[in-house]
């Protein structure tokens, strides 16, 4: 029987119903209330996907060397650029999973979005911008503290930036892949498969120069 409805969904959300219900009808079979799965006569809606943005070099530069030195602003800033980390991810961060001298930060499974442990590299660039921090650090401490959102917003307006939902992390794993072209070592570093990471950042308009120039954004003084 079909049951029609006004409501009104995305093809996503319809394609997230159809999974539940899939896997509800697929339990009724292995207990054998019934034979056939029904939602498999049911095709998944056709989702156009979202373009991705994310920050030009000089967009970059201009907002790390407008935060102020070893404030939690400038540090959230550097780890998403440049580690391609989620905010989710960072606001979770403490001090004690910065392993600087070995260059990397270790995401606990609980920390991620994908509940799986993450060795994320720390690279020469997120280094330059992570060193100023190392002798000051708390291990107990987290990277973003209890007013990180806020001092962020004021940051956001008082430098008149235009936010981009994860274009902080966009922008990494753009420039990232227009610099190395590997997918293998992007999917490791921001945590998700090699498919997903080549589709959503292997045919963006950036070439090899503007990544390298990405990659070498440094403090422009240590005290600004």
């Known amino acids: 029987m079909k049951i029609k409805t006004d409501k009104n969904v995305s093809p996503v959300t319809r394609n997230t119903y159809r999974g539940a219900l899939s896997a509800f009808f697929s339990f009724c079979i292995t207990q054998g209330y019934i034979e ?7 095709q998944t809606s056709n989702v156009t996907p979202k373009e991705i943005e994310f920050y ?18 400038r540090i959230y ?12 991810e960072i606001e979770r961060l403490e001090y004690s999973m910065i392993h600087f001298e070995r260059r990397q930060i270790i995401l606990a499974a609980k920390n991620t979005k994908t509940k799986q442990r993450r060795a994320v590299k720390i690279n020469d660039t997120l280094a330059r911008w992570l060193e100023p921090y190392m002798s000051l650090k708390n291990d ?16 956001r307006k008082t430098h008149n930036i235009k936010w981009i939902n994860n274009g902080l992390r966009h922008s990494f794993g753009t420039y990232f892949f227009a610099l190395t072209a590997n997918e293998f070592e992007g999917s490791k570093q921001m945590g998700h498969s090699p498919d997903v990471f080549k589709k959503h950042y292997a045919n963006q308009i950036v070439d090899e120069t503007d990544a390298e120039k990405y990659f070498n954004i440094s403090p422009t003084s240590p005290n600004k």
């Open 77 to 88: 800033l550097a780890i998403a650029a440049f580690a391609g980390l989620r905010r989710s």
């Open 140 to 155: 107990d401490e987290k990277v973003a503290g209890e007013n990180f959102r806020k001092s962020l917003e004021t940051f």
């Open 56 to 73: 030009k070099v000089k967009e970059i530069e201009k907002m790390l060397n407008n935060s102020k030195a070893l404030s939690e602003v």
């Open 36 to 42: 056939k799965n029904p939602i498999e006569k049911i």
